[in-house]
């Protein structure tokens, strides 16, 4: 049960922070394009940091808490959800926080000319 506990974490990311979507209308998902703009660097950076990484045995992966299938550069697939997973989970709570509070996020709207 213990190579579940990752994905298990990960699943429970999505579920807590699921609701804000329909509840709050933060409208992450409906604007996936600019999701995946903001996501996309990070994956590239951090994915190519990982795979040199643990090629250079820097740090390992326990096979006793992942699952064993692993993709190229050996990382496991958790880990290449763990990119995916919590910077979108990071989005709906500061999209909720700005839907809440009014926050602009240092994004003040347009002054017309």
Do not use: K, N, S
């Not at 709906?92 to 926050?103: F, I, P």
């Amino acid at each position: 049960m213990g190579h579940l506990t990752y994905l298990a974490l990960l699943a429970a990311c999505l579920v807590i922070t699921a609701p804000l979507e329909p509840v709050l209308r933060v409208r992450v998902y409906a604007r996936w394009r600019r999701l995946l703009l903001a996501m996309v660097p990070e994956l590239v950076v951090f994915l190519a940091w990982e795979v040199y990484a643990v090629a250079r045995g820097h740090w390992h992966f326990d096979g006793g808490q992942v699952l064993p299938l692993r993709l190229p550069g050996g990382l496991p697939v958790e880990e290449v959800l763990f990119f995916l997973v919590v910077p979108t989970c990071a989005v709906l709570a500061l999209e909720a926080v700005r839907t809440v509070t009014g926050w602009d996020a240092g994004y003040p709207e347009r002054e017309e000319a």
